[in-house]
């Protein structure tokens, strides 16, 4: 399922996000993994991504210092209804970290209430571009952007189960959001452009298209 509504103009949630406080539980030279933990008194929610690994490069280290660093968020304890499945076509992709990074949200424990739970994600954070999409034009050469591990990125959302619903716009640059159906294109995100909806899905996918880095917002239900 997909769907568009307007951009958000002035009303970005912005203001309601944080800074999260991530460490670095891995690096194997191929992945380097960062686990954010998340208390709002009413659950305990975590927040895993996994990147390609900057290995001993001290540039690459400072580009993805960045890309941790700069990732606002706010978590949302919500009570889940039976909903509708992804289709059988939702299969999730083989996950390459060299060129993508996978962001992954997860309730840990729920302190109030009865379920079944889930996590209403809200995040803003910047996917490098594909230079090898140019608008139809020659591929330009590779180069570094600051904030960037690759010039070529996705980033890629799962849930322990499904993505509900996801609503993904641009604040900067442009890009694409879509899930893992193979019959459902990708959807254009630009600034000030519409709100793209997607799910239920198995996977949410945001993609760089414009030569600078792209900056989004996703909110989405996680089960």
């Given at each position: 399922?997909?769907?568009?509504?307007?951009?958000?103009?002035?009303?970005?949630?912005?203001?309601?996000?944080q800074?999260?406080?991530?460490?670095?539980?891995?690096?194997d030279?191929?992945?380097?993994?960062?686990?954010?933990?998340?208390?709002?008194?009413?659950?305990?929610?975590?927040?895993?991504?996994?990147?390609?690994?900057?290995?001993?490069?001290?540039?690459?280290?400072?580009?993805?210092?960045?890309?941790?660093?700069?990732?606002?968020?706010?978590?949302t304890?919500?009570?889940?209804?039976?909903?509708?499945?992804p289709?059988g076509?939702?299969?999730?992709?083989?996950?390459?970290?060299?060129?993508?990074?996978?962001?992954?949200?997860?309730?840990?424990?729920?302190?109030?209430?009865?379920?079944p739970?889930?996590?209403?994600?809200?995040v803003?954070t910047?996917?490098e571009?594909?230079?090898?999409?140019?608008?139809?034009?020659?591929?330009?050469?590779?180069?570094?952007?600051?904030?960037?591990?690759?010039?070529?990125?996705?980033?890629?959302?799962?849930?322990?189960?499904?993505?509900?619903s996801?609503?993904?716009?641009?604040?900067?640059?442009?890009?694409?959001?879509?899930?893992?159906?193979p019959?459902?294109?990708?959807?254009?995100?630009?600034?000030?452009?519409?709100?793209?909806?997607?799910?239920p899905?198995?996977?949410?996918?945001?993609?760089?298209?414009s030569?600078r880095?792209c900056?989004?917002?996703?909110?989405?239900?996680?089960?």
């Open positions: 399922m997909t769907d568009q509504q307007s951009g958000p103009g002035t009303g970005e949630p912005a203001a309601d996000l800074p999260l406080a991530f460490l670095e539980t891995r690096d030279g191929t992945a380097a993994v960062f686990l954010a933990r998340i208390d709002d008194g009413d659950a305990l929610y975590t927040l895993t991504v996994t990147t390609p690994s900057p290995r001993e490069d001290p540039q690459q280290k400072e580009r993805l210092r960045t890309f941790i660093d700069t990732m606002r968020a706010k978590f304890l919500i009570t889940l209804d039976s909903g509708p499945e289709t076509g939702d299969k999730p992709e083989p996950f390459d970290v060299s060129l993508g990074t996978l962001i992954e949200p997860a309730l840990v424990t729920a302190r109030t209430g009865t379920g739970f889930g996590v209403m994600m809200t803003l910047t996917v571009p594909d230079l090898t999409e140019t608008d139809g034009g020659p591929a330009q050469p590779e180069v570094n952007f600051v904030g960037s591990v690759s010039p070529r990125h996705d980033h890629y959302y799962k849930a322990r189960d499904r993505v509900d996801a609503t993904v716009w641009a604040v900067g640059g442009s890009g694409t959001a879509r899930t893992a159906q019959t459902v294109p990708p959807l254009p995100i630009t600034v000030g452009g519409p709100q793209q909806n997607l799910g899905a198995k996977w949410l996918i945001v993609h760089g298209t030569l880095t900056t989004y917002y996703v909110n989405g239900r996680f089960k």
